[in-house]
């Protein structure tokens, strides 16, 4: 009778002690293999941690395995064993890249953006031309707000590397912080076959500076339309609320109305969302005697060279509700003010300052089709020219159409 008790134990004896030399004779890499899959398919960190340290057991010097250790460490929310084993490596091998990545952005997601900038520039030392590095340091003089120099970093990303989609998506952030100072002229000219007699002559003049909570911009403009002048003062602002939202604020008043509303105001709130999509949502008012309230939303989305945007605007009236629509679309050919643009769109917008004077001007829904194509060129980093082309087919009466066409010119300097 004991033998038959026996015999289960002493095969499970045997059994565990074939198991384990399997273990001892699995190598480094296969241990590696394991590991990889177990922190990026089933997402199991300690079990990734283990096979690590069963790998580096055989293979102390596997310096791979060693960082991708204090990545799993990093991303199981254990910082200081992941700086240890970042630093065995970088205390080897200081010219190590990927060391001095991890390292860097162990400190960078830590919150500790002085220490992630000591680790990035530590790696470029030994690889100058290293575009994670670079971006990553981007990212990192984004945080600390040294624009200026975050906008030269992201440059060489671009210029090395132009279809990287998250250089584009920082760069566009970048760039709009980088100089404290800006001027603008803008003049379009609009002509109308059959709605007007005369055409449109549009002047803006802005200047935009930018503080500590993010830019302010003050605007005048000046219009010449139904045979009457006028002008318009506005102010806009964009204040940074974190890393993820940012909001606009925008105000303006006309003594002029018919040539420019009234009065006119709008609030949007900016989002970054991840995988280089963006989201916006608000509101815009316009008053020319009677108010009207407009809402819209948009997405946007950077991919490689290119940038997508879809917007509408809802106005409620009369039991119903006025749509238009348009979706833009830029292709970066250079830096983050280097681009050709095209938007087609449907109905008014009150962001478009040569036809939102239209809005309102109707009792039922008129219909309009649109295109615009723009270019846009940085010479010599500071200075931008700014052309574009607009094509409007506009219901101006019930069932009547006219065409109409828009030629903007502008030019900005940043200083």
Request: aromatic share 6%; no cysteine; net charge positive.
């Given at each position: 009778m004991r033998l038959k008790f026996h015999l289960p134990l002493t095969l499970l004896f045997f059994s565990f002690q074939f198991l384990q030399a399997q273990d001892q004779n699995i190598g480094s890499d296969e241990l590696f293999t394991k590991?990889?899959?177990?922190?990026?398919?089933?997402?199991?960190?300690?079990?990734?941690?283990?096979?690590?340290?069963?790998?580096?057991a055989k293979s102390p010097d596997y310096t791979d395995i060693r960082i991708f250790l204090g990545r799993v460490y990093t991303w199981n929310k254990q910082p200081d064993s992941a700086r240890q084993a970042f630093s065995q490596v970088l205390n080897k091998q200081p010219d190590n890249a990927d060391a001095s990545l991890a390292f860097a952005s162990l400190e960078f997601w830590e919150g500790n953006s002085e220490k992630a900038l000591e680790h990035v520039n530590s790696g470029l030392k030994h690889h100058s031309d290293a575009s994670d590095l670079l971006l990553l340091k981007a990212k990192v003089l984004n945080d600390l707000k040294r624009w200026s120099e975050a906008n030269i970093e992201i440059e060489k990303v671009i210029k090395a590397d132009p279809n990287m989609t998250e250089a584009r998506t920082l760069a566009a952030r970048?760039?709009?912080?980088?100089?404290k100072n800006k001027i603008g002229v803008n003049y379009d000219f609009i002509y109308f076959d059959k709605q007007f007699d005369d055409p449109w002559h549009l002047v803006s003049v802005d200047y935009s500076h930018q503080?500590?909570?993010?830019?302010?911009?003050?605007?005048?403009?000046y219009a010449n339309r139904f045979k009457n002048n006028g002008v318009q003062f506005e102010i806009d602002a964009y204040p940074r609320i974190s890393n993820t939202f940012q909001a606009y604020i925008s105000g303006g008043y006309s003594n002029n109305v018919?040539?420019?509303?009234q009065y006119r105001a709008g609030f949007s709130l900016y989002a970054n969302l991840p995988a280089s999509f963006e989201a916006e949502a608000g509101f815009r008012y316009l008053t020319f005697g009677e108010s009207t309230w407009i809402y819209t939303a948009s997405v946007g989305k950077y991919y490689k060279s290119f940038w997508f945007n879809f917007r509408t605007f809802l106005t409620p009236s009369n039991n119903e509700v006025s749509q238009s629509f348009a979706l833009t679309s830029r292709y970066y050919y250079g830096g983050a003010d280097d681009y050709f643009s095209l938007r087609l769109g449907t109905?008014?917008?009150p962001d478009d300052p040569?036809?939102?004077?239209?809005?309102?001007?109707a009792n039922y829904k008129l219909r309009s089709n649109n295109i615009t194509l723009g270019y846009r060129r940085a010479f010599k980093s500071l200075n931008i020219l700014i052309v574009n082309l607009g094509v409007d087919n506009q219901e101006y009466k019930l069932n009547t159409r006219g065409t109409q066409i828009d030629l903007g010119l502008g030019y900005i300097r940043r200083f």
């Open positions: 590991a990889r899959s177990a922190a990026f398919d089933q997402k199991d960190y300690p079990k990734a941690i283990s096979l690590s340290k069963q790998a580096l970048v760039r709009e912080n980088s100089s503080t500590a909570l993010g830019s302010v911009i003050g605007r005048i403009n018919g040539v420019f509303p109905g008014l917008s040569q036809n939102n004077v239209l809005i309102g001007n």
